[in-house]
């Protein structure tokens, strides 16, 4: 038994004797000290050419994070830093000139951190000429607020379809959704932004209540397709969609995208709605219809603004 004890002492002093100079051998040198990249936030506004919409309800976004890629002088490829959540700080083992650096827009997909990606309708802003110095921070965009901010954009109209926009605006003049949805006008204190919102008002004596939009989306259109939304709920909310698999003369059938949780403030939500139409075979028409779940008959309110399609 101290035999055994004594060996197994023998072979961890080895064990960490090999550890300890194998990281002096790694740190042998001076370390580097980095330069850094600040950003606090970045803005969805208006293109001044080929905008997508002149209505101010459809830059409502929020972009959640960014996606860093530098190219270095003297590099024969790019470097992929990684997502960093805003606002960010990151260190670079670089001092000098960097030839560009891009910035790519990253949302939440489906309101889910896990699920960040870097949005397909929103352009890469590519900054250039970029001089970064050690210990020191090189600030993205301009100071607005106390915040530094980049301006982004929507990519131009030629390259997307929007098929959809409800933002109930008074230069409006109707809506997409079902009569279910009132639509409030202005109340601006009340809306997302703008003037006025769509209201669903759900009485305790339901349990359920349910309204929708019918898409009928052209053969053409791609399978990148979003919804996106701003909401407000004092209900779970299920967005489902209804189609059919095969053909139109064939039976309609229902299948689940997500629940929308109760909340007590505006939230921008980008729903991915072409993983759920790949389970239709892409065919259309389709509809989107929301549930509002009121099991214990409390009754509420569902508010929702800025709502679009758009596809590519």
């Known amino acids: 038994m101290n035999f055994k004890k004594k060996n197994t ?26 330069a850094f990249l600040h950003l606090d936030r970045i ?12 209505e101010p309800g459809f830059y409502s976004s929020i972009v959640d994070a960014a996606q860093l890629i530098c190219y270095f002088d003297g590099d024969d490829a790019e470097t992929n830093l990684g997502v960093y959540q805003l606002p960010f700080t990151v260190p670079i083992l670089h001092h000098g000139p960097v030839e560009y650096i891009k910035v790519v827009p990253v949302i939440k997909q489906n309101g889910i951190s896990g699920t960040r990606i870097s ?31 980049l301006n982004a954009h929507y990519i131009p109209r030629r390259q997307m379809d929007i098929l959809l926009e409800d933002y109930f605006e008074p230069t409006s003049f109707s809506t997409n959704f079902d009569s279910c949805i009132t639509w409030v006008r202005d109340e601006p204190e009340n809306a997302c932004s703008g003037q006025g919102y769509g209201l669903l ?17 052209n053969p053409k259109t791609g399978q990148v397709l979003y919804l996106e939304m701003d909401y407000q709920t004092d209900l779970d ?14 039976s309609a059938s229902s299948k689940p995208i997500m629940t929308l949780l109760p909340n007590n403030r505006w939230q921008k939500i980008y ?19 929301f549930q509002a779940a009121n ?7 569902v508010k929702i603004d800025n709502v679009k399609i758009v596809a590519k």
């Open 237 to 250: 909310l299920y967005v489902n969609m209804l189609g059919f698999a095969y053909s139109s003369s064939g």
């Open 43 to 54: 803005d969805i506004v208006p293109q001044p050419q080929n905008a997508p919409s002149s």
């Open 295 to 301: 099991p214990n008959k409390t009754g509420g309110k």
């Open 9 to 34: 002492k023998i072979l961890l002093a080895c064990l960490l004797a090999t550890l300890v100079f194998s990281a002096c051998e790694k740190f042998k040198g001076d370390v580097e000290v980095p």
């Open 201 to 217: 008002e759900v009485p305790d004596s339901v349990t359920t209540s349910t309204f929708s939009i019918n898409i009928d989306l």
């Open 271 to 289: 729903i991915n709605l072409g993983r759920t139409w790949g389970q239709y075979n892409y065919n259309t028409p389709i509809r989107l219809f």
């Open 119 to 149: 949005y397909p309708f929103f352009q890469t802003i590519q900054i250039d000429d970029v001089l970064v110095a050690k210990d020191s921070i090189t600030n993205f965009g301009t100071l607005n607020n106390g915040q530094w901010t």
